[in-house]
């Protein structure tokens, strides 16, 4: 994901904000009303900061022609602050209002007036040009006889809630045909800003610049498709607004290295296996050996003092030669039935007495047995459980009922077909943060609900959306990498909600750096741990 944000907008002990639409326009309310801010001031900020971003994006724009066209609300008004700081520093600029003049008002068409004086009064005037839209053809013809370098989506912004309405729809069809790159100004116009979707049609940004906070639309569903890269620009609202605007129903907040950092467990001097923390894997079947040696090997490798996997009988001669490193346990198993509930977790009791964290789930089967073993476990233990692969299968049907037993110490980690299957099939996920936020909260487990990127919903009603991460980490086997560093982490000592954030950022980063150097179609899921190392010392050392 490619986002910059300012650091002083965030203390490095908490995550970046990222505001509803409804959310951001309560920080402007309170930035003019309560810290009396003027919203004039607002808009010019914003379009100063909308000019340094393209300026450090595209280099300086003296000599440049820039088209922007503009809506005429809030959205067009900061374009038209671009459109006279643009001018200021030697571009020539042609500015399109989607509009009639006079439907302009407040600090739109007061920047609008200010455009108009500047084409009277500057001796280089000519280098400025405001039309109103009046048909495609027209404009179509206007754009080629003025060969815009690059173009500035200022039409509409956060407010948008339905589809986008001809002849703008036109003019985004045609905006999208074009080479020369395309700054959004907020988020692209027919972008919805709370969930994502594509509403009719909408602008793909190259580059977007947004106002204060990132915007949740920006970074879910076809939010990061038609964003670009995302800058999030200062603009003078105070912190404490932002904060404040944070706290409100379907905020989030994005995952960022600092605070990853700051919370990452540290050894002891003295440390030994133990106390270093123990991790048990619950996993793997016959065939399904692969996805618990993965998870004990993560586990490990992200500090886990001691890993034990414990599988069914049959495979653990397997598991063993696999796993040097990792002791292997085999549990009592029937050839048709899986695991014998009762055997198999009287089996497990010295190691649950002796493990600070459980994983319980990949490559274990979905054997009748073997679920009712699965679900008796979860009922018996009180440690922090990370539940994966056919550990939520075997939850499917009974979630609500052995919630119940979770006291917030569950990470669930489904990616959306075993969340559909845990929720029930018709689950709405069009906005997958209040999903996962009110998911969480019903099962009182953190929620890790997998995908590009994957949101973390919290028992508290607290919702992250993971800051790294590509499309490298496509590829079997990661969900077991997942699930065995949330273990190792829990092992150490961090919460069910930190240990996931932490896993799932660190885990993404790792994947960045992988493709930064190579071809992210070559990665494999054991490449996350071959490479975590360098990037824990590189990117997390404390």
């Known amino acids: 994901m490619s986002a ?6 965030s203390p490095t002990d908490s995550f970046p904000p990222v505001l509803t639409a409804e959310a951001m326009r309560a920080a402007d309310e309170n930035a003019i009303e309560d810290f009396g801010i003027p919203s004039f001031t607002l808009m010019e900020s914003a379009g100063r900061a909308i000019v340094d971003s393209v ?3 595209y280099g300086p724009m003296r000599d440049q022609t820039v ?3 503009c809506g005429k609300g809030n959205n067009g008004g900061d374009g038209l602050v671009v459109a006279r700081q643009l001018f200021a520093r030697g571009a020539t600029v042609d500015v399109t209002l989607m509009s009639d003049p006079d439907e302009l008002r407040d600090d739109p068409a007061h920047n609008l007036q200010l455009l108009r004086r500047l084409i009277e009064s500057a001796s280089d005037g000519d280098r400025l040009a405001i039309c109103s839209f009046d048909t495609l053809d027209a404009f179509e013809a206007r754009m080629e006889a003025v060969r815009p370098d690059l173009f500035v989506d200022a039409m509409l912004g956060t407010g948008l809630t339905s589809d986008v309405r001809a002849p703008m729809s036109s003019v985004v069809q045609w905006l999208n045909d074009q080479a020369a790159p395309v700054v959004a100004v907020d988020v692209p116009t027919g972008l919805h800003s709370n969930t994502g979707a594509i509403l009719g049609d909408t602008v793909a940004a190259d580059h977007t610049v947004t106002m204060a906070a990132y915007k949740s639309g920006l970074l879910v569903g076809e939010g990061p498709r038609v964003a670009g890269s995302v800058e999030v620009a200062e603009i003078g609202i105070p912190a404490f607004a932002i904060e404040s605007a944070a706290e409100a129903p379907g905020c989030a907040r994005l995952t960022a290295d600092a605070p990853i950092r700051a919370t990452l467990p540290t050894r002891a001097q003295d440390a030994h296996k133990y106390s270093a923390g123990m991790a048990l894997v619950v996993g793997g079947a016959p065939n399904y050996t692969g996805a618990p040696v993965m998870t004990s090997r993560a586990a490990a490798r992200i500090g886990a003092g001691y890993v034990m996997c414990a599988t069914a009988e049959p495979a653990q001669s397997t598991l063993a030669t696999k796993m040097t490193e990792i002791p292997t346990q085999g549990l009592p198993t029937d050839p048709e039935d899986g695991l014998h509930p009762g055997p198999s977790l009287e089996a497990l009791q010295e190691s649950l007495g002796k493990a600070r964290a459980l ?8 054997a009748s047995g073997t679920q009712r073993f699965v679900r008796d476990l979860l009922e018996h233990t009180d440690l922090p459980v990370v539940i994966d692969a056919d550990g939520l299968n075997a939850l499917a049907g009974h979630i609500d009922t052995w919630s119940k037993h979770a006291n917030g110490q569950w990470i669930l980690t489904p990616h959306v077909g075993e969340f559909r299957r845990l929720a029930g099939g018709d689950v709405s996920l069009d906005d997958r943060l209040q999903t996962a936020a009110s998911y ?29 991460g590509n499309p490298a980490l496509a590829t079997a086997g990661t969900g077991d990498v997942l699930s065995g560093f949330c273990a190792g982490l829990l092992a150490q000592g961090l919460s069910p909600k930190r240990a996931a954030l932490s896993a799932l950022h660190i885990g993404g980063a790792v994947a960045d750096e992988y493709a930064a150097q190579y071809s992210a179609q070559t990665m494999q899921a054991l490449d996350l741990i071959d490479h975590l190392p360098h990037v824990l010392t590189e990117r997390f050392r404390p």
Do not use: F, Q
């Open 359 to 366: 994983c319980i789930g990949p490559g274990l089967g979905r």
């Open 67 to 69: 088209a922007i066209i």
């Open 55 to 57: 300026a450090r994006h």
């Open 4 to 9: 910059n944000y300012s650091p002083s907008m």
């Open 440 to 468: 969480a909260e019903r099962w009182n487990s953190v929620l890790i609900l997998k995908g590009m990127p994957s949101v973390v919903g919290c028992p508290d009603g607290s919702v992250y959306i993971n800051g790294t």
